[in-house]
């Protein structure tokens, strides 16, 4: 059975420079949340990182896992498990992710109980401690 | 007919993709948690995250992997002392892997960011305070304990008692002295004001004894007297001046007293103290707050002193403060975190297998080091990801 990477259509990938590559991402990275301060918000943070971390996955499945130069076999094989995998986050994010009502959870609601207690009548269920 | 690779590779291959899918579970759970979270523990102080370690071990994977297609490669090329030499590196690269989150778990476990333990309100902090306060009180009564010929070891409230009578009759120095440092604690402990106490409605509330809630009544009200009666008579001094002509008099400058400590009292004691402060409820508990964390932060570095080395010894005791989500942080870090190194460890045998054949190592060996390397990039891939969600983007 013949190796489709192996098969003398191309010679070897340049593993080393794929490496030094990923060592370069790595590093914005790091100097991404170096320079947390001089990035607006959060969320532009986040981006520039994901973004980063997509590039360096796509570089070890291209050429470390050698996916570039498989046949087609890998669309079948992967793409049934890319969509699951999309499933579950996207299942849950009506209920837990995005918030239609408000959240009442204790960890946010102690300061307001404290503030809204009222100064005589039943203040049993609204004071800290509860 | 059929695909053209060995069928170890489409194995494997099949094994990863189930590997996707159970991975995105973790991290798509840990999103959309984060997500819809209205906060999430970002303060290092809480988190004990640590970039550059994540930084280091996110390289020390990145050189693993191209050293396992390295390996690979001189496998095809039959120079199977470089294959192994390579996968050597790999191994290493590993085990320095496993060493780096050894310290990151030490480093959370020894501040006890373990899911379940962490306090997320105020109440449930001091709850956590007296609860530790409580261990260390008790692991100290068992170490000092000296079980009868019978060896049996009896319960707590026995052991304090016999370690107290004991006591009165001690002539051996240093076993006076540990005696008194448990008596200290113990006692220590009984007359804060930090109790965990249950109300009639069988929740659990933080109180004060009795005594020291009546205590603190009868003080509160003598202060008030005294301010109404000081203030009454600077008003009488006034009316009296005005009708004299005469120049009023200087306020004394008596003023309110300052409400005393009222998240250590029950919620009835508080509810009867409250309406006689004439402050906002919220200048009450900002003052609440400011007087129980001295109370607590002196008695924490009293317990630590040097001067109490005794107790220090058993003092675990962590600083109470509250942080939100820390349990769901703390469960979403280990999970994920856990299973990779998990995997981490299945990559060092299936490496090790390999690096068993030693001079052996022959072209037979050529797929099953493939496939261990993709094995090995896939748990890579997993922690490229980890490392920016988990490490980096803190909001």
């Given amino acids: ?130 | 007919m059929g695909l053209a690779i060995p069928n170890s590779k489409l194995c494997m291959w099949l094994f990863l993709g189930t590997e996707i899918m159970f991975f995105t579970a973790f991290i798509g759970t840990y999103l959309v948690l984060r997500l819809g979270s209205p906060d999430w523990p970002s303060d290092v102080a809480d988190t004990h995250i640590n970039v550059r370690l994540g930084g280091l071990n996110t390289f020390v994977l990145i050189f693993s992997s191209y050293m396992v297609v390295v390996a690979h490669e001189a496998m095809t090329l039959k120079d199977f002392g470089k294959a192994k030499k390579s996968l050597w590196i790999t191994f290493v690269c590993g085990i320095v892997f496993m060493g780096v989150k050894g310290v990151e778990y030490y480093g959370k476990i020894s501040h006890d960011i373990v899911p379940g333990h962490i306090a997320e309100t105020e109440d449930q902090a001091l709850r956590k305070l007296v609860n530790e306060f409580r261990e260390s009180r008790d692991e100290m009564g068992r170490a000092l304990f000296v079980p009868g010929e019978d060896g049996e070891v009896p319960d707590l409230s026995k052991i304090s008692v016999a370690l107290r009578g004991e006591l009165s009759g001690a002539t051996d120095e240093s076993r006076k002295a540990d005696l008194q440092a448990f008596v200290k604690l113990e006692d220590r402990l009984q007359n804060s004001f930090l109790i965990v106490e249950t109300d009639p409605e069988g929740h659990q509330i933080l109180s004060s004894d009795q005594a020291r809630i009546e205590a603190a009544r009868v003080a509160f009200s003598k202060l008030e007297k005294a301010a109404t009666a000081a203030k009454e008579l600077h008003a009488a001094a006034i009316a009296k001046a005005a009708d004299e002509n005469r120049e009023a008099p200087a306020d004394p400058g008596i003023v309110d007293p300052v409400p005393p400590t009222t998240i250590g009292l029950s919620a009835a004691v508080r509810r009867e103290l409250l309406p006689l402060f004439e402050a906002s409820h919220e200048s009450v508990d900002r003052e609440a707050g400011h007087h129980l964390n001295l109370h607590i932060t002196g008695l924490l570095d009293e317990m630590r002193s040097e001067e109490n080395a005794r107790i220090a010894a058993f003092f675990s005791v962590h600083d109470p403060h509250p942080i939100k989500y820390g349990n769901v942080f703390a469960s979403t870090y280990f999970i994920m975190t856990g299973f990779h190194a998990i995997h981490v460890i299945v990559g060092l045998i299936l490496f090790a297998i390999v690096l068993k054949q030693g001079p052996a190592l022959d072209e037979k060996w050529t797929d099953f080091v493939e496939n261990s390397g993709l094995y090995w990039h896939f748990v890579d891939l997993v922690w490229i990801f980890l490392f920016p969600l988990i490490y980096i983007i803190k909001f």
């Avoid at chain 1, 320079?35 to 973004?51: D, K, R, S, T």
């Avoid at chain 1, 299942?91 to 239609?100: C, F, I, M, N, W």
């Fill in chain 1, 1 to 130: 059975m013949a190796d489709s990477h192996d098969d003398g259509h191309h010679s070897h990938p340049p593993y080393l420079i794929i490496f030094w590559v990923l060592c370069i991402f790595t590093g914005l990275s790091w100097a991404a949340d170096e320079l947390q301060e001089f990035i607006p918000n959060m969320g532009v943070l986040a981006v520039i990182v994901l973004a980063i971390a997509s590039a360096k996955a796509l570089c070890v499945m291209l050429y470390f896992m050698h996916l570039k130069f498989e046949r087609n076999w890998k669309y079948v094989l992967l793409a049934p498990t890319f969509i699951l995998a999309c499933g579950l986050p996207l299942a849950l994010l009506p209920d837990v992710g995005v918030h239609y009502y408000d959240i009442d959870v204790p960890q946010n609601s102690i300061a307001d109980r404290v503030a809204e207690m009222p100064e005589d009548g039943d203040a049993e269920s609204h004071a800290p401690g509860h």
